[in-house]
């Protein structure tokens, strides 16, 4: 069907949305959102399958902003196509408590798949959306029930282009052939800094074609929409490869200062936002001035899609008398609820047996797990012998051209792509029905800081499993110890750190992780054997905090996690016997749970009137929150056996006992002893 | 001159020193070393330029190992070069307090030019160290005094291929057309995982040729000198492109398990460690044998390299003659001294200036440094407006063919690339004789963190210029708005952060990074504008932090940081005004720098015997440190004007008043009541 004047219409509307939001709210980014209403207006009504009274609907068609600032683009999208977002949404654009905040969030807007602003993390979210597509039509389509088959649309400019973790993921995703996953390249040569030229000269086609991508270009993105259309149809066809599409465009098309850098950040000037409603046919005096024609057209759209999804739902009926366990197996997932009785494969652990590393511990828990909880799907960043996060008979997730796997295996091998396996688990987090999980060194999470804050700020559920946490990887030395890891990731909000001290701790922690729907974690397991401790449960280690030694009338608290917890626990003995010396021991294997208990049992664990010294072999910043004093390092590790490492740092019993002693010595005079639980207010939430 | 059986007893020798190093360590990497070291042999021998007995010498080539894990090939290759690197150093590989540990150290190991471990990282800062030469180049040679002219030749595998870091600075790297930098892609086709086939398979050099690269493929990388010396010299002729050289090697050339990867992070077996020696025509009883020829092979380009630093001392002595104030200025850079008086260009403030955001002050601290510091080279990852980091009558950086600038410009346009900025910042001051700063959000030096963190290792002079740093961003929103960031940092040993208050505190704390020559910085500075606060000064700013308001018979001490200082000194006001109470006011712009001053003066900052709030609108995480309670925001921010963010979290006058008096309130019982300063026991450093 041609393009007519209501097509233009509709696209000038977008674009004056745009201009009136920033301009009400004189703060925002009308530039992208003028470039690429022509392109979203193609998209949206020719290709995407989408019903806006279900966002949620599994086999929609998914969209990504990756370029988040010209999120003004997507809100006005939502608000024509009938999304639960009203005229007055738009007009509260960057308001405070607003569901169209500065950049797209996807836990508080309708329609927004996953939170991006941050630039090239929502490509990177778009290959993990594509793989989760591939994942479940692999795994549950059967023949006459295609019941997944939706397709991954991202749009990104040049400043997604620039940005690494944009690269690890076009590399990845060439690698996996994702032939559903359609990507648009606004190459308007505009970022903040002016012309692309000044620092921006590769060629970005090339690049895409080297990682295996299918490239299209289309030259007139301003206003030729029948090419635009061929080229999606275009890119559609190409199934075994990923496709980019080059779509030339002016950077706030209609304004004077089209094709600047002017219109990239800032509202329009007045006279400008007047003119580009003359220019459009719109009345100048007039703001958020729908006509009533284009709604109507986008209402059939929209109207399409919720027909498209009751033929889906009809579809997945049948499916479910056809093949009842599937079925189930699929609804239960979608429900985001775990299979009954998963919990009983998490292995106990008695004190008498072997000493083991936290990672090895991990490595069984996920091995049982593997059949148990088929959502769970992982990789690791090319460290799988070392991070052990590969159940034995797991299958590889890989194209099946390779011979290395099928789309239906659940083992992802990432690359040495830390910060796009980050960016990807929050794609596949939030396509729904995935508990993705990923590997590599606790030091090297910090490559991938960009995609964990964004897991936090979009509460997903991501699991890290993050090995050689301390100084105790050894010899590897200083670049690969972490010091300030912990800390960094504990002062981020609803993010949770495990620091497990044996196997029922490390249960324990795999059970949070897992039962917590809308929290990111991360858990450090060691690289050196770590004893099972007399004490442990699963059941005290979901507490955050428990404790691990309870004694009468004791002079002081050792309280401890991880590998520093058994060190602990023979440092009270070396406090008995040599001083005389009473010692209680809690282990805490997560703050943030712990903070959530009761103050009750908070004080339980970490009661006034003794003090407090906590033992850590990592930076000590933020433990004065639980105790008085702090036995850590902050200062960066060193290269050597391991052994040897935590005595040079005195690490050992004779190094805690000395610095309980002092701890005991000096808050001796206090009184009230107090616990730092207690706090002169409470902090906001 | 053809290559004779001693070029490959040499080969050989290292080899079998890596398989010794690391069979004696029972840890480490021998396959890289096995399989790069005939082109370290060709490299080294044929064309790098370097004087072992004066490892600094300004115009030597520089040679960075990006995959340092390979680290015995390069402690071989120093050591038969006889820098100060003994057999001795060899056997203690890995061991603690040795000069070769796990991975590579700049600052402990002569002949090291940048740490490296971390994938990525040093291609990355080999870009910065053929950028300075560059600039060096374009500033100081003279017709007939070719001063500077070093090549830069960086080895990287597979690892670092992947890393995003790696992809952002060959983009970076291609725009800039360094042609004096030769890369050497060691192509394994080996990873940890296994066959790069399982994770990476994208053609690797058509993507250097989109970022504008020179590209050459040695098919024989194993055996074929020749080649080796041929495709270097090729790539020498291209002087407008950078070079990357496809190596095909056999990783752990020799050995039973070449070409897989068990090879890789493992020492051999004893029989097949015993098997590569004889196989070498070594003695397979014999350990760590180096063949005299082959110390005298070496010996002999030893030689040639300090007849080369002769012949320039001399060049460098007539330069000096002819040229006498770029011979000074020179002279003085290489001394890494800062120029005489430098620190009167810093700006003053009165009470009565105007209220101005931070991140403006900063600007004017750059403009005015920026004709008296020639060696302050910065720029900005594409937020130039934003940051305010560039002085305004600043050259770029960039090659004379796009007509933006110069090699002799000393303003950097970064792009999007916030990674390869932190790592590239890292090589130029590397190079030494250059201060390299960079601008982007506070938010997104997180995407950095994996080249902050190196800053910080490797102790160089790095100062990242951090704007909109906090909710005070105000509409951009949560994903914009720092709440980690500082905690992050505070907790990474040897990195300064400051978080300045006024005009006064951002000139004093340029002074401090400026002249702290092994610290890197991080300078968090406002979007919003914030008021010159009476009793501000530089000399006060330089401690760390400072008495800003003291009061007889206190209450309460407040201490606060940046943009919130202001809104303490009001809240002060507030409780004398509205509850009759006296609240001392302390400004904190630097943690780090305070922790270094004496006991005495920190105990005079924050006294016993009152209770002290701290006060800032990120997470409160270590803030126990110094206070007794702690006003903060442990959760994401909103979007909004900033003023009503604010609002919202209630950091105003009343809000730091309600919880002033809570503080007082909950410490009066407490006796004594200790200033957090005081310790049972001193942290180890």
């Known amino acids: 069907m041609p393009y007519t004047e209501l097509d233009q219409k509709a696209i000038n509307t977008i674009r004056v949305l745009a201009v009136d939001a920033t301009s009400k709210a004189n703060s925002g980014h009308p530039g992208a959102p003028m470039g690429m209403a022509p392109i979203s207006h193609v998209l949206f009504n020719k290709f995407m399958k989408f019903n806006p009274k279900n966002p949620k609907w599994i086999n929609r068609d998914r969209f990504v902003l990756s370029n988040g600032h010209g999120c003004m683009l997507q809100y006005a999208l939502l ?13 509260a654009f960057r308001q405070l408590g607003s569901k169209t905040p500065g950049h797209p969030e996807a836990h508080d807007t309708p329609g927004i798949e996953v939170t991006t602003g941050p630039l090239g993390q929502g490509f990177a979210n778009a290959v993990g959306l594509a793989m989760a597509e591939a994942h479940f039509a692999a795994r549950f389509n059967k023949p006459g029930f295609e019941l997944f088959d939706n397709y991954t649309y991202c749009f990104f400019g040049d400043g997604c282009a620039m940005e690494g973790v944009a690269s690890e993921a076009a590399s990845q995703a060439g690698h996996l052939q994702l032939g559903k996953l359609i990507c648009i390249y606004d190459d308007n040569h505009i970022s903040i800094d002016g012309s692309t030229d000044c620092a921006f000269t590769e060629d970005v086609m090339m690049r895409f074609e080297a990682y295996g991508w299918h490239t299209l270009h289309v030259e007139n993105g301003d206003e030729d929409l029948e090419a635009m259309e061929k080229a999606i ?8 490869k990923p496709t980019v599409i080059k779509l030339t465009t002016t950077i706030g098309y209609g304004s004077k200062l089209a094709g600047t850098g002017g219109v990239h950040g800032n509202p329009l000037k007045p006279d400008d936002a007047q003119n ?10 007039k703001s958020f001035d729908v006509p009533q024609d284009v709604y109507e057209q986008y209402g059939q759209a929209a109207s399409a899609g919720a ?7 009809k579809l997945f009926e049948a499916y479910k008398k056809e093949y009842a366990a599937e079925g189930a197996d699929l609804e239960r997932r979608l429900a985001n609820l775990l299979p009954e009785g998963w919990e009983k494969a998490l292995p106990v652990y008695k004190p008498t047996d072997p000493a083991i590393a936290s990672r090895k511990l991990s490595e069984t828990v996920l091995t049982k797990l593997y059949d148990v909880i088929p959502e769970l799907i992982g990789g690791s960043a090319d460290l799988t012998a070392s991070n052990l996060t590969r159940a034995k008979d797991a299958t590889d997730y890989q194209p099946e051209s390779t011979g290395l796997g099928t789309y239906a295996g659940r ?5 040495v792509r830390e910060h796009a396996m980050g960016a990807i688990m929050n794609g596949l987090a939030a396509y729904g029905g995935i508990i993705p999980f990923g590997g590599t060194f606790l030091n090297f999470v910090s490559y991938a800081a960009g995609a964990v804050r964004l897991s936090s700020v979009s509460q997903v559920r991501v699991i890290w499993v993050a090995t050689h946490d301390s100084i105790g990887l050894g010899e590897d030395g200083p670049t690969h110890q972490p010091i300030e890891t912990l800390a960094h990731f504990r002062a981020l909000p609803n993010c949770m750190v495990w620091r497990p001290a044996d196997g029922n701790e490390v249960s324990g922690c795999y059970y949070v992780c897992l039962t917590s729907k809308h929290t990111p974690s991360i858990i450090a397991l060691s690289r050196q054997n770590l004893p099972q401790l007399e ?3 699963i059941e005290k280690a979901i507490k955050g905090a428990y404790v691990l030694e309870e004694k009468p ?3 002081i608290t050792l309280i401890s996690t991880g590998s520093e917890v058994g060190i602990a626990v023979d440092a009270a003995k070396e406090l008995k016997e040599k001083h005389n010396i009473i010692a209680r021991v809690v282990s805490m294997p997560c703050w943030e749970v712990f903070d959530a208990q009761s103050k009750e049992y908070r004080l339980s664990v970490l009661p006034d009137g003794k003090p407090i010294l906590s033992v850590e072999v990592l930076s000590t910043l933020g433990w004065e929150r639980y105790a008085h004093e702090s036995f850590g390092l902050n200062r960066f590790g060193a290269s050597g056996p391991y052994k040897e490492v935590y005595d040079k740092f005195e690490f050992n019993p004779e190094g805690i006992a000395k610095r309980a002693l002092q701890t005991i010595a000096f808050w001796k005079p206090v009184t009230p002893l107090r616990s730092p639980i207690n706090r002169a207010f409470e902090q906001l939430i």
Do not use: C, I, M, Q
């Open 233 to 240: 149809a275009e890119a559609k066809k190409v199934t075994n």
């Open 411 to 415: 083992y992802v091998r990432y690359g």
């Open 307 to 313: 027909a498209a999804e009751a033929e889906w739902n």
């Open 79 to 91: 608000h024509l196509f009938g999304y639960d977002l009203s005229l007055d949404d738009l007009k």
């Open 276 to 285: 580009v409603k003359s220019k459009f046919g719109f009345d100048p005096t």
């Open 553 to 555: 009338n004791a002079d």
């Open 535 to 537: 004490g442990s449960t």
